[in-house]
């Protein structure tokens, strides 16, 4: 919440997660829309907001008519609670992680064609874009979470073309990279648990992409010996003892590339 706040942050103890999912009934059937993440804050008994957060890779023109839909169904959502009598706010964020600045609607009277006429009676709704790609480095800076890691990725692909991995410890390996890999579509963010396997030992984002060059590295040399193989160029053997594994461990290996491979062609 840095972003709302001029780098006031608030207490990861006082969030809440809530359900992001919704459903709505229009014309007699139940549709369900969703949220990326929707969190409550609360302190101590009162609940101050719900947060809804939506990722954006491109501008979307209807993004405000989005916005509406999601606050919507949340004060929908206050109104059939019985239990709950205080109302509180929702609030919803669009992170952009886009190269180039946000050029589709912001608000309502934007997106839509209304006569000057009816324009006083319409509540015009903004959407709250923070474009990440175009943050200083004093803003990325504010940032404590490993989110920093993330932002800061996509400032230094869009100034720099390239990416240098600073040395912060990431707390939450797998889902960074797997944000990464949503963000970018980039499969070689994608999780591995036991690449990734810390031991409670701290790591940085420069060890998880030398792991991961060396994944891809390692990849690369077995299909190359399993194509030798397959030609009768090379023995089973003579390839399992040059990736320095067991004949059963090259032949499991080979399996796991090659349906990856498949997976990814479909």
Not at 87 to 104: A, C, D, E, M
Not at 220 to 241: D, F, N, P, S
Not at 256 to 266: A, D, G, H, M, Q
Request: charged share 30%; with cysteine; glycine share 4%.
């Amino acid at each position: 919440m840095l972003l709302l706040f001029n780098g006031k942050r608030i207490k990861e103890k006082d969030l809440e997660d809530e359900t992001p999912r919704f459903c709505l009934k229009i014309d007699g059937k139940l549709h369900e829309q969703e949220r990326d993440v929707a969190k409550f804050w609360n302190n101590n008994s009162i609940r101050i907001a719900l947060y809804g957060i939506e990722n954006q890779t491109k501008p979307d023109s209807d993004m405000p008519l989005r916005i509406c839909s999601y606050d919507g169904a949340a004060y929908k959502e206050q109104l059939l609670n019985d239990e709950r009598k205080e109302r509180y706010p929702v609030v919803t964020l669009v992170l952009y992680f886009g190269s180039k600045h946000w050029n589709k609607p912001k608000t309502l009277y934007e997106r839509l064609i209304i006569s000057e006429e009816l324009k006083p009676f319409v509540s015009d709704h903004k959407a709250n874009i923070f474009e990440i790609s175009f943050l200083s480095n004093e803003q990325v800076n504010l940032f404590k979470s490993d989110f920093k890691i993330v932002a800061d990725y996509f400032v230094q692909l869009r100034t720099k073309k390239d990416y240098v991995p600073p040395n912060h410890v990431i707390k939450h390996v797998t889902e960074v990279l797997r944000l990464l890999r949503i963000l970018t579509g980039d499969e070689r963010f994608t999780p591995d648990t036991k690449l990734f396997a810390t031991k409670g030992k701290p790591v940085t984002m420069c060890e998880v992409l030398d792991r991961i060059e060396n994944r891809g590295i390692e990849k690369g040399k077995v299909l190359t010996l399993a194509e030798l193989v397959k030609k009768g160029l090379l023995t089973i053997q003579q390839a399992a003892k040059e990736m320095n594994v067991t004949v059963a461990k090259f032949k499991a290996l080979t399996k796991e590339i090659s349906s990856n491979r498949l997976c990814e062609e479909k």
